[in-house]
């Protein structure tokens, strides 16, 4: 069984900009988290979708959003990008809906110039 | 506000011994707590996860302990090998946010 797949594994783009991340789950899961992961402020929760709801978004300002479609993937978009949103975007799902048992994909490392 | 973090940032052990990583959490709704290693330029790698009604649980290699009482959880890795060599990560999940909070991680460097 495949495991999480996210796209692109690297981009660099340019100071606002928007950019748009891409995570298919581990066939079967509902369940999609974002998680940004940047040296200083360790992981940290973005959102969560499932069954197309998104049922939880962390603190962070109105330029990150997602979405999730009808067979689970999931997408995440960046509007007018900074210099700060440079980081690893990490994306995990999981088979149930409490969350449990979640499953990374290797991340799309984003690099804000 | 509520927080999971990590007592020891680094961790060196020699191959062959056994590793203890720690984490203490501070949200007493937590009831579902996740290991997680993360090699450089990877994702976060499950390891091992336990509820809160379990005080124990063993895997390959590794046990997670936790200890509701003080609020803490440690992962035990037995036989540490370079393999092990990562940054490892306690998360944690109330089940009502839907989210899983993270400690800042420590790194466990394997020395032969």
């Known amino acids: 069984k495949a495991g999480v797949t996210q796209t692109p594994r690297y981009l660099i783009k340019t100071r606002g900009q928007q950019v748009t991340l891409s995570c298919s789950p581990i066939?079967?899961?509902?369940?999609v988290s974002w998680y940004q992961q940047t040296p200083g402020q360790g992981l940290q929760f973005l959102f969560e979708y499932f069954s197309e709801t998104q049922r939880n978004k962390g603190n962070f300002p109105g330029r990150f959003s997602g979405r999730q479609f009808s067979n689970s993937r999931s997408e995440m978009n960046v509007s007018t990008l900074e210099l700060g949103d440079s980081a690893l975007y990490l994306c995990?799902?999981?088979?149930?809906?409490?969350?449990?048992?979640?499953?990374f994909g290797q991340g799309t490392r984003l690099t804000v110039v | 506000g509520e927080s999971v973090g990590l007592h020891l940032p680094t961790l060196s052990v020699q191959e062959g011994d056994n590793s203890i990583i720690n984490c203490a959490y501070s949200n007493s709704a937590s009831d579902y707590f996740i290991w997680y290693k993360q090699e450089s330029g990877k994702g976060p790698q499950f390891i091992i996860d336990?509820?809160?009604?379990?005080d124990k649980r063993q895997g390959q290699r590794v046990t997670v302990l936790l200890n509701k009482t003080v609020k803490h959880l440690s992962l035990q890795i037995a036989a540490t090998q370079p393999g092990d060599s990562a940054v490892y990560f306690c998360a944690e999940n109330s089940n009502s946010g839907y989210a899983l909070n993270f400690g800042k991680g420590t790194s466990l460097l394997v020395t032969p």
């Open positions: 336990i509820r809160s009604n379990m």
């Open positions: 066939s079967g899961h509902r369940s």
């Open positions: 995990a799902s999981s088979l149930e809906a409490d969350n449990t048992e979640a499953f």
